[in-house]
């Protein structure tokens, strides 16, 4: 596969990811035909096309693409976490059934207990039979006490779940509820994200892989139990910016940032942001931050300046995650907000 054209499925790719997370489903479908057309033997489009046309209600199409991917590879996982989802959004319990239960044997062969377990506990439920309750018995993966199954199933077989660079959730998949209504246009549909998962492992050929296709990075999980003691936070980011650990230092103030902002303290969260400003100028965790606490003081148009400043920043860094958190942060919450051409591109 040659860079230029891997390059261009690429954008392609990403294009449709943003259209999504934005809810231009029509842009999005544009833009996964296309990447289909660079490379039409990859199943990633068509399983993203799929889920695009079900979430604009063109179920005939989208049945067919999808059908048109599992041709490609019968097994292929991001194909059948699409086409379960939206065949159970639609009320299709017998099909999501079946698919789920189709991957959870794709996921047992290839050492993933812990995620094929859960698949085949979801296809029992959707539709109970006593093959697929026993399916999910064998599944089930003893547990040793104060171990996570998944990690301690990862340390035995040396399997690490593929994922998109920078995703804090190594485990399963959550699988939607069957009561749960059809997927908004406020996110990026579950199964985009787990196609993106699978692409980002899957060989082109022998011997090369496809890097990975940003998205947003999930959000962090919020804070368990009693915060931390921000002054003590401040203590130990000062301390390791002495001894010349900025990345670390840099940690520490965004969690003092987090708490502060998980409290109210709004004003304190600002603070601590200029702080590491400072140290870390063109850090694009730190404006996006800050940008986030513009828009809960109500600050939108200070905010929409700082993502415009940020899309800028990292067109010229080439840093492709930072951009793909500023159009989520931007498509999350400046929605009703008129975009500009920045934030277009």
Not at 91 to 102: K, Q
Request: glycine share 8%.
């Amino acid at each position: 596969m040659s860079g230029p054209l891997f390059d261009q499925y690429k954008a392609a790719l990403r294009r449709g990811h943003m259209s999504a997370l934005g809810g231009d489903l029509d842009d999005a479908l544009e833009a996964y035909r296309e990447a289909a057309r660079l490379v039409p033997e990859r199943t990633l489009p068509l399983a993203s096309q799929g889920t695009v046309l079900h979430r604009l209600d063109r179920w005939p199409e989208a049945a067919e693409v999808f059908d048109s991917a599992l041709r490609l590879t019968p097994d292929d996982e991001a194909t059948l976490r699409a086409r379960a989802t939206a065949r159970e959004e639609r009320g299709m319990r017998s099909g999501a059934a079946a698919d789920l239960e189709r991957l959870a044997f794709v996921l047992d062969v290839s050492g993933r207990a812990p995620e094929a377990a859960e698949a085949a506990r979801r296809a029992n439920e959707l539709e109970p039979t006593p093959a697929r309750a026993a399916l999910a018995e064998r599944l089930i993966v003893p547990a040793t006490p104060g171990v996570d199954a998944s990690v301690e199933h990862d340390a035995a077989t040396g399997h690490s779940d593929p994922g998109i660079e920078g995703d804090a959730d190594a485990g399963g998949p959550e699988w939607p509820s069957a009561d749960d209504g059809p997927a908004t246009s406020a996110a990026i549909p579950e199964a985009e994200s787990a196609a993106a998962a699978a692409e980002s492992s899957a060989a082109v050929e022998a011997g090369s892989n496809w890097p990975a296709i940003d998205l947003p990075t999930p959000p962090a999980p919020p804070i368990v139990g009693p915060p931390p003691d921000t002054e003590q936070l401040m203590a130990e980011a000062a301390a390791l910016f002495d001894a010349g650990d900025t990345a670390g230092a840099g940690e520490r103030m965004l969690t003092a940032v987090a708490v502060h902002r998980a409290a109210g303290r709004l004003d304190a969260a600002l603070d601590v942001c200029f702080q590491l400003l400072a140290i870390a100028p063109g850090d694009p965790h730190v404006h996006l931050a800050i940008a986030n606490l513009q828009l809960d003081r109500g600050w939108t148009p200070l905010a929409r300046e700082k993502i415009d400043l940020l899309l800028r920043l990292t067109s010229l860094t080439g840093d492709t995650q930072a951009e793909a958190d500023t159009h989520g942060l931007a498509s999350e919450r400046l929605r009703d907000e008129p975009v500009s051409s920045t934030t277009r591109r």
